[in-house]
């Protein structure tokens, strides 16, 4: 399998986070979730960081994200970032990091359009400080955001996790 730089993308509780550690486990790429970093650096940390606001950890999780990620695809890595790309800018990056570092560079959007079942796995998931509280159809409506343009794979995660799996692997290996 070729050297890939994957971005996922979909509104919180459509299932990125699962489906980006089963694809990490299965091609044996490095797995780069963005709330644990933005997490960490909304929080601070036990021996005395104080928090960043948000207007502050936003931008420097993504540097941060980005970072990670051309440091793995240097090492021979390949990387699945699991984060919502709706900014074009996180699109663009990443697809120049993976250019760069000669991967193929992939976007998989994951979709799940209820918000109850959305509001059901948020709920469910132990919850990270940047995690939202309430589902939303929104993503693509925020400030600065748009929709995607870029060639990808929109998976309906309504779906069982195996079937969406299989879709993704022939997504990277053909894609």
């Known amino acids: 399998m070729r050297q890939f730089l994957l971005q996922l993308t979909g509104e919180s509780g459509s299932g990125k986070s699962t ?7 299965e091609t044996r790429a490095v797995v780069i ?19 960043l606001p948000e207007d502050i950890a936003a931008p420097l999780h993504h540097a941060l994200v980005f970072d990670l990620s051309r440091s793995f695809l240097d090492q ?11 900014y074009p800018q996180v699109r663009t990056r990443g697809r ?21 079942t959305l509001q059901a796995r948020i709920d469910a998931k132990s919850h990270l400080t940047s995690y939202p509280r309430v589902a939303s159809l929104a993503g693509f ?7 995607l343009t870029e060639p990808c794979l929109r998976i309906d995660t309504r779906r069982p996790l195996g079937t969406c799996l299989a879709e993704a692997l022939d997504y990277i290996r053909n894609g």
């Open 33 to 51: 979730d963005k709330d644990i970093i933005k997490s960490r650096l909304l929080d601070g940390d036990e021996l005395g960081l104080v928090g």
């Open 96 to 116: 120049a990091i993976a250019e760069a570092a000669g991967a193929a560079y992939l976007l998989i959007e994951c979709f799940l359009p209820d918000l109850v």
């Open 19 to 25: 489906l980006a550690m089963t694809l990490g486990r």
């Open 76 to 86: 021979g890595f390949s990387v699945i970032v699991d984060g919502a790309a709706f």
């Open 141 to 147: 409506e925020r400030p600065g955001a748009t929709p």
